[in-house]
Structure formats: C-alpha cells, structure tokens
C-alpha cells in the first residue's frame, strides 16, 4: 500500500515524519512523493498560530481535493486542538492527537510496530531530521504548543546515539537535531549539560560529517555547547529565539532572559566564531507594545545583526496567559509592525550572506531545483546552486561562491 507524508511547521514535525515514513516502510508500506498516487495520506499539523491552524486545515481540504479516494490521517497539533471540527471533514478516518502520536502506525495499519523500527530505518535524504525531545515546561504567556505538547520529555542518550549511527549508516550527511525544547533536552532524565553533553557525545562518537541544532532557547544556551563551535563537524547556526527587543514586553511575554543576556550570549558566541549564523524569532503587536516599545525592540534586534529573522505577528491562542493581558494592539499596527520587522530582518540577512562572496565553503549538496541546477547548504545555512552536470547529490565539497542571487549563492565545485 502507498502511503504520503507531509509535516507543516516546526522542525520537530518535520522529524516525527520522517520516523513515521521510516516505520511504514518497516511495517512493508511504500512512501510515494506526490499524494495522488497514495492510498494513505498523512498529515501532520502546526497550530502555533491561528494563521498555523489555517493553514493546516486549507491544506488537509487541499489533499482531500487532489486526491479523493486516500484516507487522511491527521496527526500533532491542530489534531490535538481540534479534533471535533477535523472529524466532520470529509475524508478523515484517522485523528490522532500528540498523545497517541507514538501509536500511529499501529493505528492506522491495524498491525503492531517494531518498537526499534525508528533505529533501523534508513535515511532517504541527505539530511535527517531526529526529534530527541518533546514537550516544554516554560511558561511563555504566549504560546500553545506547550499545552499541546505537554511536559518536557527527552530520549535517553544511548538510543540518540545508535539512531545517527543508523542514519550515518543510511547515508545521511548531516543530522539536525529538533525538540519543542531542545535545550532542555535531558534534564528530565537527570542529565547536567544535557543538551551540550549530548553533542559533544554525538561528535566523538560517531562518524556523522554534520550536526546541526535546530532551536534552542537561549536560556539554555551553556558556555560547554558554545564550545563546539570550534568543532567542524558541529554547523556554525545557532538559532536563538528572542521574541522582543524590550526588557517590559520580555517580562510580559513570560521570558526567562534580559536583552542584556542576550547580548552578552551574541557576543561570546561570536567571540568563539566570527561568522557563525545566529538566527531568531521576534513577535510584533504583543500586549502593551506601544510605539515606544515597538521602537526600542526594533533598534535592539538591529544591534544583534541576525542573519535570518523570522517574524509573527502576535496570535492569541484560547488558553493561553497572554489573551488576559491589556492594551491589545490592532490587529492591523501588528501586521504593520511585523512588515516594518521583515524589511530589517531582510536587510540584516542580505548583509550578512553578501560577507561570504568570493569565499570557499564546503557544501551539502541536495537535489536539482526546477531549472535543473544542483541546490545545497554550507554549515552556516547558506544556500548555494551550481549547474554542473557532474552528479553531486549527498556529496560535500569544497564551493567557490562566486556570487549572490537573491537569497542564494552561484557556486563553483573546487
């Protein structure tokens, strides 16, 4: 039976996806790459935002468009927030919320999985995403995702290992490593430094050429961690959510850092490298962001000169501390606010991509974009093609970057 998978979102759906596709094809499933030709159409949803949530059910209605013979299978998020309104769309025979998430394949094949399934997969890209933490037991005002994650969870160290060393096996050239809170990694297990503790274990462990973090807040960010940046092998990325540039709207966010802090976490990891990627998220129109403050979060996220920056206008979410706060912002001055952000956002991340013109990088190459040129990524993220006609997928090589085009990099193969 052919199956497709598809995950909205976050980085840790993206993972979840991928072990799912690894367990069907255990369980003797095919994974197809276009959705009209499966039986089983699986989703897995976001619904971080209300626009997240939208976006999630356009996009089960569009599956079941194209293709009106599969059964849906609609998983994470918005599945567990919505479950009453996902049943009475057409199509549907499975809802499985974040709690039974882990018991999808035996739910939607009827047969009992291999519980070591997720280990002896093989990757069929060459980068895996690997989920090594689930569940946040922060209290930012704002967010969702932890009611509907659920409390802070980590998967032992041993069975972290013995995953890449199967993927490496599997031909994976990099692996990222994703959670809903991934700094917190281990601490439910009783582990010091458990996030750091486990790269560093993951880097003289292993042979895996790439390891690559996905978010991580920066509370948790320890001098150990920031160490293997020195490491080659660990990608010079670190995405580190801010949220607001101001001190008050961090306090009413429910944030556990200063803007003081996180500029003296800037500066040392750019003390350790000086062209590391340091990425983030900022949330615009949060309640009692006057144009004063809106101003001051602005001049500070351009002080930290991002290479890339994400930007959401705030979304209340039902049950959340934030919808109970005052002094709402427009709908419309949030949507303003957020343009107003992207425009610096944007501008910060040309600045810093047009730094590494003329230099030599080593390169992940993927596969062909559209026009038939090779795309790949260097360890800082950046994304380079190059139309040579030599076959260059999951190989890293040494990159000329001869050029910039838009967001990406002409490169040359040295």
Not at 110 to 116: L, N, T
Not at 147 to 167: F, K, M, N, Y
Not at 281 to 292: L, M, S
Request: aromatic share 6%.
């Amino acid at each position: 039976m052919k199956v497709y998978l598809e995950a909205l979102g976050c980085r840790l759906n993206a993972a979840e996806t991928e072990e799912l596709a690894r367990r069907f094809v255990t369980a003797g499933y095919s994974i197809v790459r276009e959705a009209e030709e499966a039986s089983i159409i699986v989703l897995n949803t976001c619904a971080v935002t209300v626009q997240a949530a939208r976006k999630s059910r356009h996009r089960l209605q569009a599956l079941h468009r194209c293709n009106a013979q599969a059964r849906l299978a609609v998983l994470g998020c918005w599945a567990t927030e919505a479950a009453q309104e996902i049943a009475r769309l057409p199509g549907v025979s499975w809802i499985l919320p974040n709690a039974d998430k882990a018991h999808a394949i035996e739910r939607i094949t009827g047969k009992a999985a291999d519980p070591a399934a997720w280990q002896s997969g093989r990757c069929a890209h060459t980068r895996a995403f690997l989920g090594v933490q689930d569940g946040c037991d922060s209290t930012c005002t704002y967010c969702i995702t932890r009611l509907l994650r659920g409390p802070a969870r980590s998967t032992p160290p041993e069975q972290v290992i013995a995953a890449i060393h199967d993927l490496v096996a599997g031909g994976a050239q990099e692996v990222v490593l994703t959670g809903v809170s991934l700094g917190a990694y281990g601490r439910d297990l009783g582990l010091e430094q458990g996030l750091a503790a486990l790269v560093v274990a993951i880097l003289k462990g292993t042979d895996l050429p790439r390891l690559r973090l996905s978010s991580v807040e920066p509370w948790d960010v320890t001098e150990l961690l920031l160490e293997q940046l020195r490491n080659p092998r660990f990608c010079r990325q670190l995405h580190l959510p801010l949220q607001a540039g101001s001190d008050q709207l961090l306090r009413g966010m429910g944030r556990r850092i200063t803007t003081a802090q996180f500029a003296r976490l800037v500066e040392t990891a750019r003390a350790l490298s000086p062209d590391v990627a340091l990425t983030s998220d900022v949330i615009t129109g949060f309640p009692g962001e006057t144009e004063a403050l809106f101003a001051e979060s602005l001049a500070f996220v351009k002080a930290m000169d991002f290479a890339r920056l994400h930007v959401f206008p705030y979304s209340e979410r039902k049950g959340t501390a934030a919808t109970r706060l005052p002094d709402r912002v427009p709908p419309v001055l949030r949507h303003e606010r957020a343009a107003e952000m992207r425009a610096l956002g944007e501008s910060m991340g040309t600045a810093y991509r047009l730094r590494f013109v003329g230099q030599r990088l080593p390169v992940l190459w993927e596969n062909p974009d559209a026009s038939g040129r090779w795309r790949g990524l260097t360890d800082t993220y950046l994304q380079v093609v190059n139309d040579s006609k030599e076959k260059l997928y999951n190989r890293i090589t040494l990159t000329h970057l001869l050029s910039l085009e838009g967001e990406q990099f002409i490169g040359e193969v040295q």
